[in-house]
């Protein structure tokens, strides 16, 4: 099993990006995926999960109506919109598969993880 996250970089405080994560070598679309981020000294934390049918999407308070996360099951890839983007923002942001119907906000529930894209914000 392999999730390839991408589309991390610099963005501005106020801007946009759109990590993806390309998932292979697992059934795509019986996983919930999620996304974490994590920052030097702090533990990972969650930010928004999705069900494997899409059809139902859960968010960290501070991210909720900011990110959107969203699955593409034809193409094994989920992404992660970042809207109005904040400086505290910025972080390593992980995918993750979990073999559940509607994904949790808990790290522990997860059974594969991918390598992290970097997301910096210039204030």
């Known amino acids: 099993v392999q999730l390839q996250a991408s589309g991390g970089g610099l963005v501005q405080a106020g801007g946009s990006l759109r990590p993806s994560c390309a998932a292979s070598g697992l059934t795509f679309s019986r996983y919930a995926m999620g996304w974490f981020r994590q920052t030097p000294g702090r533990e990972r934390e969650f930010v928004a999960a999705i069900s494997w049918s899409g059809d139902t999407t859960t968010y960290a308070e501070f991210v909720k109506d900011r990110f959107t996360i969203f699955r593409d099951n034809a193409k094994n890839t989920v992404y992660l919109q970042m809207n109005s983007v904040k400086p505290e923002d910025a972080a390593v942001y992980y995918c993750?598969?979990?073999?559940?119907?509607?994904?949790?906000?808990?790290?522990?529930?997860?059974?594969?993880w991918g390598q992290g894209t970097l997301v910096t914000v210039s204030s």
């Open positions: 993750a598969a979990d073999l559940g119907v509607y994904g949790s906000s808990s790290r522990l529930a997860y059974d594969y």
